[in-house]
């Protein structure tokens, strides 16, 4: 296996890990108010802000603890330079992630549209930013295994 598809894998394990441990960390502060409390949005506001801030510091942690791991047990420097094979499933791969997330936006949109409550905008968001970095680090990890 590559250095690549390990660091793909690494990548669509941590999001999981990320993800799902900030959820479970946030779920017991959701307020009880009325679902169009200011609270509510502040809750939601600060959910994303968060998670952001979050996501960005654990991906960079792991990242430095891949590295050591991967030099450690392979011996090997990771490559320094990406080719053009690098660069053209990282295009692929960062387009249809947008895709993901663009069409996430629309339908977290057309909730509002339809009536839904804010909070469900604010879930169909989080869940398409979600779902669109697992899908750029499966899509990196097809290509690196079948080809482009």
Partial sequence: MTYQEKK???????ALL???SYCLYMYPRHPNGGLESLETFRYWGSFVLN???????AHI???IVFNI???ITTGEKEPTFADELDKLIDLKATRISFFVFIIGFLIAMGSLVIYQPSQAMFIILIIS???SDVTGSVIRFYHYRKGV
């Fill in 69 to 71: 791991v991967f030099r």
């Fill in 129 to 131: 930013g979600f779902v």
């Fill in 61 to 63: 942690i792991i990242s």
């Fill in 8 to 14: 793909s894998i690494v990548s669509l394990i941590s």
């Fill in 18 to 20: 990320i993800f799902g």
């Fill in 51 to 57: 998670l952001t801030l979050f996501s960005i510091a």
